[in-house]
């Protein structure tokens, strides 16, 4: 979970700006603590594969903020070490980028990236000086300036010739209340997105907003229960989630007097959920937060419209880094630390993953690519 502080904490209400809006039916996904079925996370999985990310020198990870799949091969940012990381999907290292500092082609920080499509350039956003950075794998090529008169936290491309970028701070400017501002390659703006009109003093935001599977955008904006399809010219509300008395109090959350020192405390004491992530695959919905202290995963299946929590995923060794990040087709990919293989069966696992007994406490990450079983089917 990224941790915004001194920003403004945002609820949002769906509007829309020079876009073509299809308003559709919400299909309602209930996160209900009490009520909802538990399932142990073995009898969920119809198919997992473990990839051992390759350890040298030159690509030592300290922590994975995000992974981007793209043919054939992993960009991983790690923003401890300000860098992305290359690797092939079989886990084989392929190069870095390393370029902080504040000369040419040199970015202050990566608050996010994203791969083109067309031409496999990988785009740098640079959030400490609003600026664009793209390279050619380790080669750096040009960059623009962001002048939306926001401040731009994510980015995610909707197809070869449009971006679209996140906006997570409130302005006083009416016209740049918007979530969403869409541009060209050239980064001519579209449109504006989401207009949103309340805000605050803190800002919880997923650790990715976007969620690309197939041919559509799945997005998540920060503190808001409505999952959006968004594409060049149309953003779709598909669902909504219902997590009925659990959702945060509106009106602390409008509170201009909130204290960022005691939030936390504020929340766990609180019956509200925070920490909300949720990642969108071709069959399923995977929705992570936290609610008293404790983390919960609500696994959702779009075909049969059910869904179910499923028990100590981020216990026992999971925690944060078993979770899934992003989607791959059915399958959703996440991270396990080495550390993590004395929680699990190490006679069954070798016997199925035999190159991970070669895997030692302080190598890199092990990448996981997991396949949900349909609900229905339990």
């Given at each position: 979970?990224?941790?915004?502080?001194?920003?403004?904490?945002?609820?949002?209400?769906?509007?829309?700006?020079?876009?073509?809006?299809?308003?559709?039916?919400?299909?309602?996904?209930?996160?209900?603590?009490?009520?909802?079925?538990?399932?142990?996370?073995?009898?969920?999985?119809?198919?997992?594969?473990?990839?051992?990310?390759?350890?040298?020198?030159?690509?030592?990870?300290?922590?994975?903020?995000?992974?981007?799949?793209?043919?054939?091969k992993?960009?991983?940012?790690?923003?401890?070490?300000?860098?992305?990381?290359?690797?092939?999907?079989?886990?084989?290292?392929?190069?870095?980028?390393?370029?902080?500092?504040?000369?040419?082609?040199?970015?202050?920080?990566?608050?996010?990236?994203?791969?083109?499509?067309?031409?496999?350039?990988?785009?740098?956003?640079?959030?400490?000086?609003?600026?664009?950075?793209?390279?050619?794998?380790?080669?750096?090529?040009?960059?623009?300036?962001?002048?939306?008169?926001?401040?731009?936290?994510?980015?995610?491309?909707?197809?070869?010739?449009?971006?679209?970028?996140?906006?997570q701070?409130s302005?006083?400017?009416?016209?740049?209340?918007?979530?969403?501002?869409?541009?060209?390659?050239?980064?001519?703006l579209?449109?504006?997105?989401?207009?949103?009109?309340?805000?605050n003093?803190?800002?919880?935001?997923p650790?990715?907003?976007?969620?690309?599977?197939?041919?559509?955008?799945?997005?998540?904006?920060?503190?808001k229960?409505?999952?959006?399809?968004?594409?060049?010219?149309?953003?779709i509300?598909?669902?909504?989630?219902?997590?009925?008395?659990?959702w945060?109090?509106?009106?602390?959350?409008?509170?201009?007097?909130?204290?960022?020192?005691?939030?936390?405390?504020?929340?766990?004491?609180?019956?509200?959920?925070?920490?909300?992530?949720?990642?969108?695959?071709?069959?399923?919905?995977?929705v992570?937060?936290?609610?008293?202290?404790?983390?919960?995963?609500?696994?959702?299946?779009?075909?049969?419209?059910?869904?179910?929590?499923?028990?100590?995923?981020?216990?026992?060794?999971?925690?944060?880094?078993?979770?899934?990040?992003?989607?791959?087709?059915?399958?959703?990919?996440?991270?396990?630390?080495?550390?993590?293989?004395s929680?699990?069966?190490?006679?069954?696992?070798?016997?199925?993953?035999?190159?991970l007994?070669?895997?030692?406490?302080?190598?890199?990450?092990?990448?996981?690519?997991?396949?949900?079983?349909?609900?229905?089917?339990?």
């Amino acid at each position: 979970m990224k941790i915004i502080t001194n920003f403004l904490l945002l609820f949002v209400f769906f509007a829309s700006c020079k876009t073509d809006v299809k308003k559709v039916q919400l299909e309602k996904i209930e996160v209900n603590l009490k009520e909802s079925p538990q399932i142990e996370l073995d009898s969920i999985i119809e198919n997992i594969v473990l990839v051992p990310l390759e350890t040298n020198e030159n690509c030592l990870i300290n922590h994975i903020d995000k992974i981007k799949l793209y043919k054939n091969k992993v960009f991983i940012l790690d923003r401890k070490s300000a860098c992305i990381f290359v690797f092939k999907k079989t886990g084989e290292f392929v190069f870095k980028i390393s370029s902080q500092g504040r000369g040419s082609g040199e970015y202050i920080m990566i608050a996010d990236f994203d791969i083109s499509p067309e031409t496999g350039d990988i785009y740098i956003l640079d959030a400490m000086s609003d600026r664009l950075l793209i390279f050619k794998n380790e080669k750096y090529i040009k960059r623009y300036k962001l002048d939306f008169g926001v401040k731009i936290t994510n980015m995610c491309f909707l197809d070869e010739k449009n971006i679209a970028f996140e906006n997570q701070i409130s302005t006083e400017i009416d016209s740049l209340k918007y979530y969403l501002f869409v541009t060209d390659l050239n980064l001519e703006l579209i449109s504006k997105n989401i207009h949103y009109n309340k805000s605050n003093a803190l800002i919880l935001s997923p650790v990715s907003p976007f969620s690309p599977f197939d041919d559509k955008i799945s997005y998540l904006p920060v503190y808001k229960d409505t999952i959006y399809h968004i594409n060049s010219n149309k953003v779709i509300p598909v669902y909504k989630l219902e997590f009925g008395n659990n959702w945060i109090d509106e009106d602390y959350l409008y509170n201009k007097k909130i204290n960022p020192n005691t939030l936390f405390n504020d929340l766990k004491k609180s019956s509200s959920v925070y920490f909300i992530n949720c990642i969108e695959s071709r069959t399923h919905i995977f929705v992570y937060f936290t609610h008293k202290d404790e983390k919960y995963a609500f696994l959702y299946d779009k075909i049969f419209q059910k869904g179910l929590f499923i028990k100590n995923y981020m216990k026992n060794g999971c925690g944060y880094n078993g979770l899934p990040l992003i989607p791959d087709g059915e399958k959703f990919v996440g991270i396990v630390n080495p550390y993590e293989l004395s929680n699990i069966n190490k006679e069954k696992i070798f016997q199925l993953f035999p190159h991970l007994d070669d895997v030692e406490i302080g190598h890199n990450h092990i990448l996981s690519f997991i396949k949900f079983r349909k609900i229905h089917s339990l």
